[in-house]
Each structure stands twice: as structure tokens, then as C-alpha cells.
């Protein structure tokens, strides 16, 4: 089962003088129990391309098929694909509205007639899952947090639907160290649960640390998609989609171009550093 984006097109404002074309024939693939983190320059199009995803904003052309079915196709299907995706958007306090944190939460349960009991067991689940007891926050009024709790208020409130798929616009931001390190594992255990994560993200370390695959957006479309390591170890590429690479890829690839036969893989520091120390002694060896 998978997400799929087939050529997307979008457009801001389009047939105006100030029609700004975005994404140019997007092609992706997100699969279940994987974190796909995309990656891209300031305004390459990373958000439009979520919530085109999303179904927020209607593709100018192409599709968008969720187990091979089109967003949009007639209402049903649209009723059905949007319980299957959970979205954060990149502002997500604009997500919230409700009076109290519970009831911006419940939101999304409505229409599934769960008896209240099951209801509020599920948004404290939800609470709980991204660090927040329930006892402090359920009744408060959601504009009256921090904006890292608001964050925290808006993902519970995607993860209460328990969704296939999560869509997530740079979800580590606003955080501190420990917010992230919970965040971190909530992800990881949503992955190994089967969900599918595309994870929107500026943040090497967060890619280092949950990515399976990278995809990088550049001029509106897909420039390079595969395992993280392989993403990541193309100084170039990335340089050419206008990303500064991480500096540990950065300095193996300097070392390559030295004369260094190291793999084309990105390594980790004492990966790094034994590939390093293998190739001065095959070197030794050589000069013997
Ligand atoms: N509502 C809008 N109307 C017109 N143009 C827009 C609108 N929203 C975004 N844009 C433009 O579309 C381009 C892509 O914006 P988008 O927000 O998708 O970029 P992004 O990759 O998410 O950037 P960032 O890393 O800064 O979040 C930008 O150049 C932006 O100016
Ligand atoms: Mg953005």
C-alpha cells in the first residue's frame, strides 16, 4: 500500500500575471513503514508539495493516488482518503481552533460515534503520545501554551485518527532537545507500527537519525530520491539543489578528491573514520 504522486503540477494564482508555477511534474512514492524526509531549499515548493499531498490544495495537473486511488475522484473516496492522512502543517498552531485543547483534539474523531468514555481514552492517548498530561493541558485553552506545546497539540491531534499516512512540515521545529528525542521515538514506533511518514525537515541530524529515504525537491521537481545514505553522500547533487551537504559528507567527499578510495556512501563518524584508517594502511602497504 503506498501514497503516490503521479507528474503533479501546481500553480499559485494560475492563467494570472502573478501565476507562479511550484511543483513541475512532481513523481514520489511513499510507502508504508518508511520515514521519507524531503528535503529542499527555502521556497522550493516543500509545503505546497504536502498539501497537495494532503488534499488541501488541488493539483493543476496529475494525480494523487492513494492505494492507486485519485484524490478528488467523487466524494466518497475523498471522505475515505482523508481519514487515511494526517497532516501537520509547517504553521501548525493554524491548525488549532477549538476552546480547550480536548475538544481541538477530539475534532478529527467526529462522525466515528465513539461512546465518550472511548473518546476521551483516546485524546489522552493521544496527549500522552507526544509528552503532554493529559490532568495539565486537556482543558486548556489551546492558544494559551507555548508554541512548542501548541505543536505538540496539533500533532496529538493528527495522531488521534491513528492515520496511515502522516505528513509532516518541519515537525522538530519549535522544540527542545528532550521534545525532539520523544518526537523522535513517537516516529520511530509509528514507522515499525507500518505507518508511512513523509517528513518535511532542514535538519541533517533529524535526517541522519530517522530517515529510510531522501527525496530532494529542486526547480519544482523530484531530484533525486533514494536510501538515505546514497542521498546524502552526493555532495554534488545536493550543492546543485542549492543544500549545503552535511560537513561530515562534505569533508569524506574532499578526501575522495584527494586520492582517498572511500565508499560512496555517507558514513557515520567511526564508519568514517575506519574507512579512513583502511585506506592509509592499504596505502602503506602498497608503498612496501
Ligand atoms: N499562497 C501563495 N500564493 C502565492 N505564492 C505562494 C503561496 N504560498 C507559497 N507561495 C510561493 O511558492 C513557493 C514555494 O513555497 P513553499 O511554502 O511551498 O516553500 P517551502 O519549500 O516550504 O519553503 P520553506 O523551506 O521556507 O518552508 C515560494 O516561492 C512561495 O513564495
Ligand atoms: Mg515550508
Redesign the pocket.
Known amino acids: 500500500m503506498c501514497l503516490v504522486l503521479k507528474d503533479v503540477r501546481f500553480a ?2 494560475p492563467g494570472t500575471s ?1 501565476a ?1 508555477e ?1 511543483l513541475r511534474g512532481v513523481d514520489l512514492e511513499i510507502r508504508e513503514g518508511e520515514i521519507l524526509c524531503l528535503l ?12 497537495v499531498t494532503s488534499g488541501l490544495l488541488a493539483p493543476t495537473a496529475g494525480d494523487v493516488l492513494v492505494d492507486g486511488r485519485r484524490w478528488g475522484a467523487s466524494r466518497r473516496i475523498h471522505a475515505e482518503l482523508r481519514g487515511s492522512l494526517g497532516v501537520l502543517l ?1 504553521s501548525s498552531a493554524s491548525q488549532l481552533f477549538a476552546e480547550t485543547v480536548e475538544k481541538d483534539i477530539s475534532f478529527g474523531l467526529r462522525g466515528l460515534s465513539l461512546p465518550p468514555r472511548e473518546l476521551n481514552a483516546r485524546v489522552e492517548e493521544a496527549l500522552r503520545l507526544v509528552g503532554l498530561d493529559p490532568r495539565l493541558f486537556a482543558r486548556l485553552s489551546p492558544f494559551a501554551l507555548s508554541e512548542g506545546e501548541m505543536r505538540r497539540v496539533a500533532l496529538a491531534g493528527v495522531l488521534v485518527t491513528r492515520p496511515r499516512f502522516l505528513l509532516l ?2 515537525p522538530f521545529s519549535g522544540l527542545d532537545g528532550l521534545g525532539r528525542e520523544a518526537l523522535g521515538e513517537i516516529l520511530g514506533s509509528l514507522r515499525g507500527g507500518g505507518t508511512g511518514i513523509l517528513m ?1 525537515t ?1 535538519d541533517w541530524e533529524e535526517v541522519e537519525t530517522l530517515a529510510d529515504r531522501v527525496a530532494v ?1 529542486a526547480e519544482g521537481r523530484i531530484a533525486a530520491c533514494a536510501a538515505k545514505d546514497e542521498v546524502l553522500a552526493d555532495v554534488e547533487g545536493l550543492l546543485r539543489a542549492g543544500l549545503r551537504p552535511p560537513p561530515l559528507a562534505e569533508f569524506l567527499h574532499e578526501l575522495r578528491g584527494r586520492g582517498f578510495a572511500l565508499p560512496r556512501v555517507a558514513l557515520e563518524p567511526r564508519r568514517a573514520a575506519e574507512a579512513v584508517a583502511a585506506c592509509r594502511r592499504a596505502s602503506r602497504e602498497e608503498r612496501r
Open positions: 499559485y494564482l502573478m507562479r511550484v529542499g531549499r527555502t521556497g522550493a515548493g516543500k509545503s505546497t508539495l504536502l498539501q509547517q512540515d518541519e518535511v532542514h525537491l
